[in-house]
């Protein structure tokens, strides 16, 4: 499987064994990381008013930063915040079970 996680859209390709492409399992869908940033900021700002009301924006490669390890980082302090990235819509929409379910292989790609 090769999944291209844009910023504005996800989409996937699914190779069988032998190499062979299932154009019945690739797709599209209008969802990607933008959401996931915006959504995780909204949850966290939410339920760290005290931490976040000063900041305008909070910091791009902080928020990657807890995203990708469940602790956004702030006034020398951790934050533990992975439940507010697994919770979010867009996180558990990216790639839809029955597609997952489907394969045995899966390679990362990602365009820029």
Known sequence: MVIDIGNL??????????????YGLAGS???????????FEESFRANHIELVKDISVLPPARVRKAIATGVFES????HPCSEYVAKQPATNSLIPTNVL??????????SG
């Not at 006034?75 to 951790?78: D, E, H, N, S």
């Open 9 to 22: 859209t996800t989409d996937w390709l699914v190779i069988n064994p032998g190499e062979i492409v299932d």
């Open 101 to 110: 379910l489907s394969i045995r292989r899966v390679t990362w790609a990602s």
């Open 75 to 78: 006034l020398g302090k951790k």
């Open 29 to 39: 869908i209008p969802l990607g990381i933008h959401q996931v940033i915006s959504d």
